[in-house]
């Protein structure tokens, strides 16, 4: 049916404003140049919803409550995973559960692997979250005191360390390094083809051939596990990692397990999932602490009263109460997926638009985050807004650094536990300050969101 036939098919709804001066190539260039300053450009013209065009492809983004909620809660079953978004990082993330387009092959899947990622099932790994954090000190203890830090290259190094004994039960350095380059390559190539997507990626220029190298060096890294996993018996006597656990995992339905092919694209994703949340929001989190001194009085009071002078365990998370305030608060003003799309399968509507099948929609919590409907002067460092009385009188759509609804992040919870145990085994001992004349960290929005260049601060103690 044609789609004048389908809109007069929904009379009464209104058409989604549009930025048609910018559609075409002054879209395309402004997108480029520039995606927060255009995206935000668009929302002060328009408000909560309007539709653009960058290389001629219709996106429409929505940015308040109401319309996320429908869109990935109420009606989640007529939107999928098939935006342009996901086509674009899908040569990295193949069909693992970030991903997958299909809802019914991406629920099948879910269903395999979430009772390993409950809060619960979480604590099995939380001794490796501080153990590792534990040695990172002990790395920075000596190279000295006053030595400025990269911060995000020393928690891209712990992410990685973490998910390779959480996944694999291994010490991986080496690898995890070559690891990290890779995926660095592969988001810097993906973000850059997210704003402009152009030429197709199978087309072999030489920012491509770097992204298929970029995704082999990867692959190489995840084979070689599930390689050597498969050829050695389980043993009983020890605590199964994450891989043992998702190669035994079975359906319910129908017994079967998940094939090999997908058990690769599955931990790639855990892989990548883990590394990059723990290293952009931790990172994120000790820069906004050192700029605020009050909220690290704070920290290093509750986590003096609170541990002791010991290290934290899984047990201390609920009494970390500040400690998850911070977490909290980092994630709203910069969270690291940032971003996210759906594609409509069905015309719908969305508050008194008219959204026709095949609209890509785009989410962007960096500006949800900052609406000032729902955040008193939202650029301000606050965690005091995630007392339990503030989140129940905010709509809860409001706030999703994870997602929302049934598709909401599979890591949340181990991503969580690691974030707060982290920042409080650095807080017991040490403190980490911007040297003086630092100019401010500025976000880079790529497909996630960076700290553009790093984020640089001098190792004090307490």
């Avoid at 935006?83 to 559960?97: K, S």
């Avoid at 660095?184 to 220029?205: D, K, T």
Wanted: with cysteine; glycine share 8%; aromatic share 8%.
């Amino acid at each position: 049916m044609p789609l004048s036939t389908r809109r007069e098919a929904h009379q009464g709804l209104r058409p989604v404003p549009r930025l048609r001066f910018r559609d075409g190539l002054g879209g395309t260039v402004a997108f480029k140049r520039d995606q927060l300053g255009f995206l935000g450009g668009g929302l002060r013209r328009h408000g909560d919803i309007y539709g653009f065009r960058t290389l001629g492809l219709p996106m429409v983004l929505v940015n308040h409550p109401d319309y996320i909620r429908h869109i990935l809660v109420e009606r989640a079953d007529g939107y999928d995973k098939n935006a342009i978004l996901f086509r674009i990082v899908r040569p990295v993330l193949r069909e693992g559960l970030i991903a997958i387009g299909d809802n019914d092959v991406w629920w099948r899947q879910r269903r395999l692997m979430a009772p390993h990622f409950t809060p619960r099932a979480v604590t099995a790994f939380t001794g490796n979250m501080v153990d590792e954090s534990a040695k990172m000190l002990g790395r920075w203890e000596h190279r000295g005191i006053g030595t400025v830090l990269d911060v995000t290259d020393e928690i891209g190094q712990l992410a990685l360390r973490i998910v390779n004994r959480s996944l694999f039960s291994a010490d991986v350095s080496a690898g995890a390094q070559s690891f990290e380059r890779a995926f660095g390559a592969a988001n810097e190539i993906l973000g850059a083809f997210f704003r402009f997507p152009f030429p197709p990626l199978n087309v072999p220029i030489p920012r491509h051939l770097r992204l298929r190298r970029a995704i082999d060096d990867m692959d190489r890294f995840v084979n070689g596990f599930i390689t050597e996993r498969l050829h050695r018996p389980v043993d009983p006597d020890t605590t199964p990692d994450l891989l043992t656990l998702l190669m035994h995992s079975a359906d319910e339905d129908d017994g079967r397990r998940m094939a090999v092919e997908q058990l690769h694209h599955e931990v790639l994703n855990l892989c990548i999932g883990a590394y990059e949340t723990t290293t952009n929001a931790l990172s994120w989190a000790f820069y906004l602490i050192a700029e605020h001194p009050e909220v690290e009085r704070r920290l290093h009071a509750e986590v003096d009263e609170v541990l002791g002078g010991r290290l934290p365990s899984a047990d201390d998370l609920p009494r970390l109460r500040y400690a998850r305030m911070i977490v909290d608060e980092t994630l709203r003003i910069y969270s690291p997926a940032y971003q996210s799309m759906r594609r409509a399968k069905v015309d719908d509507e969305v508050g008194g638009y008219f959204i026709p099948a095949g609209t890509n929609i785009l989410i962007n919590s960096y500006f949800l985050h900052r609406h000032r409907d729902f955040w008193d002067d939202p650029e301000r460092f606050d965690p005091e807004r995630f007392t339990p009385e503030r989140i129940a009188a905010r709509p809860k759509h409001a706030y999703l650094p994870f997602g929302a609804g049934q598709r909401v992040c599979i890591g949340k919870h181990f991503a969580l536990a690691e974030l707060v145990l982290a920042m409080t085994t650095v807080a017991r001992r040490f403190r980490l300050v911007r040297p003086p004349g630092a100019p401010p960290v500025e976000p880079e929005a790529l497909v996630t969101l960076h700290p553009r260049g790093g984020i640089h601060l001098r190792l004090e103690e307490r």
